[in-house]
């Protein structure tokens, strides 16, 4: 499981080897870390070093100053390296190391053009940022934000431009703990983290501009600190799927209940249905009208059809409200799962009908939209933008109000247990949203939940109290979907009820993963 730390924390971490007289070693250990990681760079955009050109950008702080000790790695390697200065005080041993090495430094002041600094930074192979690290504040200012919005200007968006942004700690103009965006932002191909990932870097817009992540070890240790947000890596999914044996059958696998669909909606209901399966599971049970029930069984004839109640259904877990609109049978469903004490997924038509106070094993599914309803019901107001500006605050409120797990999507979903503890997922490809991707996802999640229901060290495996792993199985499933999504893309638009067969493809990966593993 990735771990990220505070801003605080990290300094508390970094605090007795400072004082031991290790800041410097500390620095050397991070722009180290951070000049591997453009090598690999440059190597796979098949350049060598020679002839290669970067770009440094310096902020004020030792931020700056990881970036031009790298850069000072990289000229002596060869690379044409030049460094733009952004703040009145630079830090003077860094540079000093730079410009021995034989890289030239401008500084952006008054008579100087950012867009001009800013067509040259685009002209680069490499842009290492390091404007700002642990020690920002709000949104960009000064020389620094003049500087990164004219780079945005000129070199256009991420997907497109052509100059590998590589952020030195984090992308600069994200907020460290929050990954709140408030004004411009460099966004970063690949970002080097130093110590250990920052919660900004795993959460809402901060999570969008990281890239791909990696974490530098410099030997700190965050053993008394508690992880401010945490994100799930492929061996702790796998440490949660669980394998059939051969003293299994269908109901020892796992049984999930499903009260979705309706007769406006019928779809949604065979799209959980087939994730579900796709996903791995003894037995699925349809409770809903009969017309659904037949459209289900056109793509699933596996699936089981009752007419029993919630009580009677036998099952492990539930997907209870895609597609559940305006059917008061559908309604009583839902409550029934949702007061059962089994593992639920509340979705879509469902989030409208919660309990007052149910417990962890209640996983709520809302987008931001949802989510603002679910809280607007309870006395909370916020604009569907507020949530989207800061995912984790609201989704965490609403955990807290409901004493649900909470699953809140987007390109980022993050994951609220009632317990505080956050978790988020950027697994996600934009061709993913589309209708009726939401029903898989619940379909995953619920097949998920049904399966670990039975274990009693699922928790444990991951390093987790037991009362989080409903929020530890939103997140796999979350997982899951997004890989499969990034999978079915490769083939063009996605086209949802296609999906399933990713889904497995996506499982059979994982579990691979785990026997290698092993
Ligand atoms: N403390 C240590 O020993 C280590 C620190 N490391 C590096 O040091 C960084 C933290 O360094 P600092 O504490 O110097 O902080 P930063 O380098 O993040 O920068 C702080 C400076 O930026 C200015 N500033 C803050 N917010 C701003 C904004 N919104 N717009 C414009 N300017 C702003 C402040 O005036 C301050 O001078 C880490 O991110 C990491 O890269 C690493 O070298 C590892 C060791
Ligand atoms: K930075």
């Known amino acids: 499981m990735l771990e990220a730390f505070s801003g605080s924390d990290v300094r508390a971490a970094e605090a007795p080897l400072i004082d031991a007289g290790q800041g410097d070693a500390l620095m050397q250990k991070a722009a180290h870390g951070l000049f591997g990681v453009v090598l690999g760079l440059l190597r796979e955009a098949g350049r060598g070093t020679y002839g290669a050109t970067a770009v440094v950008l310096a902020g004020g702080g030792n931020n700056g100053a990881d970036a031009l000790y790298a850069g000072e790695r990289l000229l002596r390697r060869g690379v044409g390296a030049t460094a733009i200065l952004l703040s009145d005080r630079v830090h003077t041993a860094s540079l000093a190391a730079f410009t021995r090495a034989g890289g030239a430094s401008v500084r952006l002041d008054d008579g100087v053009d950012p867009a001009a600094l800013a067509t040259h930074a685009s002209s680069a192979d490499i842009l290492l940022d390091g404007i700002l690290g642990t020690g920002a504040t709000g949104g960009l200012r000064g020389g620094a934000r003049a500087f990164v919005e004219a780079f945005n200007d000129v070199a256009g968006p991420r997907a497109t431009r052509s100059t590998i942004v590589v952020a030195c700690d ?3 103009g994200i907020g460290v703990d929050t990954g709140l965006v408030d004004g411009p932002v460099l966004a970063a191909d690949a970002t080097v983290t130093f110590g250990a990932a920052k919660p900004g870097l795993l959460l809402g817009n901060g999570a969008v501009a990281t890239g791909e992540l990696n974490v530098v070890d410099i030997g700190l240790d965050f053993a008394v600190f508690t992880p401010a947000a945490r994100r799930l890596l492929d061996a702790d999914v796998a440490a949660l799927l669980r394998l059939p044996t051969p003293l299994d059958h269908k109901y020892s696998r796992g049984v999930l209940g499903v009260a979705a669909g309706s007769a406006r909606y019928p779809g949604a209901a065979a799209l959980a249905v087939g994730a579900a399966l796709a996903t791995g599971i003894g037995m699925v049970r349809y409770l809903g009208p ?35 609109v305006d059917d008061d049978d559908q309604r009583r469903r839902a409550v029934d799962a949702m007061t059962s004490g089994l593992p639920v997924v509340v979705d879509a038509g469902a989030l409208a009908g919660i309990p007052e106070r149910v417990g962890p094993q209640v996983i709520l599914t809302p987008h931001a939209g949802e989510l603002r309803q679910v809280l607007a019901e309870r006395g909370v107001d916020a604009e569907r ?22 699953l809140l999507k987007g390109f980022t979903t993050v994951v609220a247990a009632p317990s505080g503890i956050l978790i988020a997922q950027t697994d996600a490809t934009p061709w993913l949203s589309s209708a009726g991707s939401g029903d898989t996802l ?62 497995g493809a996506v499982i059979a990966e994982l579990l691979e993963e785990r026997r290698l593993a092993m």
């Open 385 to 406: 933008s507020d949530i989207e500006a800061e995912p984790a605050h609201f989704a965490l409120r609403a955990a807290e109000i409901t004493g649900a797990t909470v």
């Open 290 to 324: 009969d017309a659904v029930a037949s459209l289900i069984h056109q793509r699933n004839p596996e699936a089981v059809a009752s007419s029993g109640s919630v009580a009677e259904a036998r099952s492990q877990a539930w997907v209870v409200g895609p597609g559940a």
């Open 442 to 503: 619940s379909g995953i999640i619920g097949a998920l939940a049904a399966s670990v229901a039975g274990d009693d060290h699922a928790a444990s495996r991951l390093g987790l109290a037991e009362e989080d792993l409903w929020a530890a199985v939103a997140a796999a499933g979350a997982l899951i979907h997004g890989r499969a999504g990034q999978r079915a893309a490769r083939r063009g638009p996605i086209v949802v009820s296609d999906l399933r067969a990713d889904i």
């Open 170 to 172: 984090l992308p600069s």
